[in-house]
């Protein structure tokens, strides 16, 4: 196997940032990180998705931003998997002013580790579960502007004074961004695309001038937390030590998020060291890298055991074991994501969005009504890679992620479907060990055309016991056909899932970053907010971040 048995490569820094990584942009990325100054109700962070006890994903199917409630806080996190509060049962909270958080986030949360192997800002794509997405610049900026994750839904109190009011407390200058998107002029709302070009933001009016109460939008929302770092001492010097400068804006956030998000990496798996030639995989764990290795279906004998091929390889592809490629399984969304409700432009056949974006061009056809959505209208299945590149054969497709650490970022699929929720166990790492085979065990499967299986079998109609297979994907929009005659025993399959969880697992990998930094979660930061995942308290008229030195 000596052609998987490869090292892992080094992080590209130079082609990234066009200079040396720098270990104090990582720990002021770190301290970034996990600072809920960044959101706008003070009350989440890029922790809040991104936790070391859950191998910097998160334990929700589909997690809940600003105005969420529960999981661990500053206090509270641990930087060991499984170890203090885990962030499993987030819950809709409010802003305090009698506004109610409804809206989930869109997707299951990806882990950030090895996400500097992904980063492609020449084709700028690669990074999210559709593929948008390569410029880490631009990725790690996007969460603070958008209203499910650190923005926010809720509008400004009519109780209280103004605080982010032109020449306030807060806007005393303006703030100019590039990270921007097209606004209504009259409503205040987003337009949804993109404009790149420069914005200048004096400040968030509490009214439109359509008279509606201000939703802060995409680009106040950004503007605002540069304001708010602008407004901090301690994170002025820090950056002016770094940037030499005395302004912050947008860039040198972005510089320094990125810079931290790219140390996240895993090298330090018993597969890594087995690579080097330490001989510190088990028997159950040897056993596993072969099946996981050989071509499907092979037959082939290790130290004397018979075993069956899996061709894990071809998509998880050593030393990564991910591809930037994409497939559909035809695994069933979730109905609570805004991706998974049927937008039309009009009529059923002519896409899922609420408006046709021309620049990319005609909308793909994924969704037929009765067949690829419900009559009803309230769910369709998450168009997938459909949504970036607006190909009709994209449609359902999904990116094939890691499976470094993957026994640390239970739950599994694009909406994190795969929970083990009938496994009768406390245990976090047995309910992730119990899930995780489950999810290999739909892979051996291969994808079943139900109407066929059911016309030759009209006795014994076809039962999905994964509970995952989701009825309204086509079969023709599932590309991972494989030969059903392979049968795969008990023991092949606890020898795989040995070896994916056991012998590609890294707990370094969420303690000590590449340059040697701690990526931990620091126990306080400067603004002077509990840090981490969320402030149950926190909300959008505090100013306790000034002059917090």
Not at 121 to 130: E, K, V
Not at 198 to 215: A, E, H
Not at 221 to 237: D, G, P, Q, V
Not at 488 to 493: G, N, V, Y
């Amino acid at each position: 196997y000596k052609k998987h048995l490869r090292p892992m490569p080094q992080i590209e820094y130079l082609k990234i940032f066009a200079r040396n990584p720098s270990t104090e942009e990582a720990k002021l990325g770190r301290l970034l990180f996990s600072d809920t100054i960044l959101s706008r109700n003070n009350d989440v962070s890029c922790a809040t998705c991104h936790l070391t006890n859950h191998g910097f994903a998160d334990g929700n199917s589909l997690n809940i931003g600003s105005l969420g409630e529960g999981g661990p806080d500053g206090s509270s996190v641990s930087e060991n998997a499984y170890k203090g509060v885990l962030s499993l049962n987030r819950h809709f909270g409010d802003d305090g002013f009698g506004f109610k958080q409804t809206r989930f986030m869109f997707r299951n949360s990806l882990s950030t580790v090895n996400v500097g192997h992904r980063i492609n800002i020449s084709t700028d794509s690669g990074l999210l579960w559709d593929g948008r997405f390569g410029d880490i610049f631009f990725q790690v900026l996007l969460p603070i502007h958008t209203p499910e994750e650190l923005c926010g839904t809720n509008p400004l109190a009519l109780s209280e004074e103004n605080i982010f009011k032109e020449k306030g407390p807060i806007f005393d200058r303006p703030v100019k961004i590039n990270h921007s998107v097209f606004v209504n002029p009259y409503s205040g709302r987003d337009e949804g695309e993109p404009t790149g070009r420069m914005v200048t933001v004096k400040g968030i009016p509490k009214f439109r001038k359509n008279n509606q109460l201000t939703i802060p939008n995409r680009n106040e929302c950004l503007a605002l937390a540069i304001a708010k770092l602008n407004k901090n001492i301690t994170y002025k010097k820090l950056f002016k030590k770094i940037y030499k400068t005395e302004n912050i804006t947008e860039k040198h956030l972005a510089s320094a998020l990125a810079m931290f998000v790219t140390t996240h990496v895993s090298k330090n798996t018993k597969y890594d060291k087995f690579v080097k030639g330490e001989n510190l995989l088990s028997k159950s764990e040897l056993y596993g890298l072969g099946i996981f290795v050989e071509d499907y279906g092979k037959k082939f004998e290790l130290n004397g055991k018979r075993l069956t091929g899996a061709g894990c390889v071809n998509c998880h592809t050593p030393p990564l074991f991910e591809q930037d490629k994409y497939y559909s399984l035809g695994i069933k969304s979730d109905l609570a994501s805004a991706l998974s409700k049927p937008q039309f432009t009009g009529n059923f056949s002519s896409g899922f969005f609420q408006k046709p974006r021309l620049q990319r061009g005609r909308p793909p056809k994924c969704h037929i009504p009765g067949k690829t959505a419900t009559t009803s209208g309230n769910y369709a299945p998450d168009p997938g890679r459909a949504n970036a590149d607006y190909k009709d054969e994209s449609c359902f497709k999904f990116r094939v992620p890691s499976l470094r650490n993957v026994i640390a970022t239970f739950p599994y699929y694009h909406h994190g479907s795969e929970r083990a929720q009938s496994l009768k166990s406390d245990d976090p790492r047995e309910r992730a060990r119990s899930a995780l085979k489950n999810t290999i065990e739909y892979h051996l499967k291969g994808v079943v055309d139900q109407d066929l299986y059911n016309r030759f079998n009209f006795p014994k109609k076809y039962f999905d016991r994964f509970f995952q297979l989701d009825p309204l994907i086509p079969t023709y929009h599932q590309n991972f056909m494989i030969d059903k005659t392979v049968e795969f025993k008990k023991d092949e399959i606890e020898y795989l899932l040995s070896f994916v969880s056991e012998g590609l697992e890294d707990e370094s990998a969420t303690k000590v970053g590449d340059l040697g930094n701690a990526v931990t979660h620091p126990r306080s930061v400067p603004s002077g907010l509990l840090p981490t995942i969320t402030r149950d308290h926190g909300h959008q008229y505090e100013l306790n971040f000034i002059d917090s030195d």
